[in-house]
């Protein structure tokens, strides 16, 4: 059976090459957190989440750092015990605070989906797949006319997105397809 363009890129993107990774995450180091890129890296992971390569879509290239929450308390004086800085444990992974940075970057524009591309040793680099919802070419298609509903906006801050309901722990809900999945309602926390 003849395979298409896109199983041969999903099939590069499970080795990428260590040489051209290192020469594009020096590039995206030196670039802002939040930069606005031409097309997608990832065409075939792209594709699959809905992006279209007509107007009213936008691709941004988001850069995060890496590793836990604990965070230096700065200017405490007296006491160290009762001034500690706890382990901060986020409750959200690091590709729901992509979407959420990009979402709050531009403000115009609603979340549709995310995707990871890449991770050094300092970063993780995401590129987060955004809808302008006020463009006829968005309204008119039936595949992308309910992110224009308002029922639909600030999707990312709201934990709607495929990134943020992976994280609440929404993702295997009822018993009965699963016996083993925990029964879980609206969150891991009200659960």
Same mark, same amino acid.
């Given at each position: %059976? ?5 199983? =041969?890129?999903?099939?590069? !993107? ?10 594009? %995450?020096?590039? #995206? ?21 809905? =992006?279209?390569?007509?107007? &009213? ?8 750092? @890496? ?10 004086? &007296? +006491? ?11 409750? %959200?992974? =690091? +590709? #729901?605070?992509?979407?959420? @940075?990009?979402?709050?970057?531009? /403000? ?15 970063? =993780?680099?995401?590129?987060?797949? %955004? ?14 006319? !309910?992110?224009? $509903?308002? /029922? $639909? ?30 029964? /879980? ?5 009200? #659960?």
């Amino acid at each position: %059976m003849v395979k298409g363009l896109y199983h =041969y890129l999903r099939d590069a !993107w499970k080795k990428p090459s260590k040489e051209i990774s290192r020469e594009r %995450m020096i590039a #995206w180091r030196a670039s802002n957190a939040i930069e606005k890129v031409d097309k997608p890296l990832r065409l075939d992971r792209a594709r699959a989440l809905g =992006y279209k390569a007509k107007k &009213g879509f936008v691709i941004l290239r988001v850069r995060l750092n @890496r590793g836990g929450r604990k965070r230096p308390r700065a200017g405490v004086k &007296g +006491r160290t015990t009762r001034k500690q800085t706890i382990r901060k444990t986020l409750s %959200m992974n =690091y +590709r #729901w605070v992509a979407e959420i @940075r990009a979402a709050r970057k531009y /403000k115009n524009l609603e979340v549709l989906n995310s995707y990871n591309i890449g991770k050094d040793g300092k970063h =993780y680099f995401y590129e987060v797949i %955004m809808v302008d919802a006020s463009k006829p070419e968005i309204k008119k298609d039936r595949t992308t006319s !309910w992110i224009a $509903n308002g /029922k $639909n906006s600030k999707r990312a801050e709201r934990g709607l997105t495929s990134a943020a309901k992976k994280s609440r722990g929404l993702r295997n809900r009822s018993p009965t397809k699963k016996p083993h999945a925990i029964k /879980k309602t609206s969150s891991r926390r009200s #659960w």
